[in-house]
């Protein structure tokens, strides 16, 4: 397989056949973000993906699902999606479900009828950073979003009949923003009603505009425990009806997997423990956290 640079992929998407069909991330502004810095994004060519859907094929049925790499290969036109997906189909046949990186831009530049398309093609799944509901927090992160747009991708990909996997960002708020961070996240989850949410904890990346924006003392992060509380209202002040909640990231000081609202209570007796008692012994340790 043909890969530029480094690959990341969902840590749900761990046993997957990687497929890279995009370098790097079209919109690559992130503060936060510097997985794709050092690549320009272009499309790979067409006859590259082709042979490692042929190399995949030689290799056999070793795995049942497929992710597109790289940061946001829905960007990519419809048409050429489509193209790849039919070779997947053809030359793959045992890969059971696709999934891809996807926003607001990219979503939101498709039509209903083009992602039902896709999905009918095998496209199974969409991961979506949104990291906050907080316009004023996605506007100092550069993300490129708004509130409002990612409850409109959420509402597209459903009438498609795409899983919609959610990631947001503990802490990115950062001591200013933390309470309405987490309050108009939680919000705005609830009008999204994903099937999938994922929490990450914000790690401050040196060389980042955040980075930067902490040397300047225009974002302090929020402390561990501050942390925790965003989560702790999140699922509180959440209104789901099916959703598989996680907080099992590597950068998670706090490991979490619940069906909500199933697990409701549950969940929030065990935060309020935590955060009651302040112990740090209860967290998982600096050196044993990642990105």
Known sequence: MDYVGKIF?????????????TVGCSHNKCA????????????KPPEQVTNDILFAAKQGPVNRRMFLCDGDALILPTRKLLAILSQVREHLPWIERVGVYGDTRSVGRKSVDELTQLREAGLGIVYHGMESGDDETL???DKGGTRAESVDTAG????A???????????VGGTKRSSEHARNT???LSLMQPGYVGALTTTVVPGTPLAAAQARGDFVLPGKFA???ELRTIVAESDFTATRFSANHASNYLPIRAELPRDKAAVIEAL???????????????ALRGL
Request: hydrophobic letters at 40%.
């Open 9 to 21: 992929r969902p840590p749900s998407e761990a046993r997957s056949l990687l497929l890279q069909v």
């Open 32 to 43: 936060y973000c510097d997985m794709y810095r050092d690549k320009k994004f272009r499309p």
């Open 139 to 141: 506007l100092a992160i």
């Open 156 to 159: 597209k990909l459903r009438e």
């Open 161 to 171: 009949g795409i899983v919609h996997s959610v990631m947001v960002l503990l802490g």
């Open 186 to 188: 939680a919000s705005a």
């Open 227 to 229: 942390m925790i509380q």
């Open 272 to 286: 309020d423990e935590i955060i009651g008692n302040a112990d740090e012994r209860m967290l998982k340790p600096e």
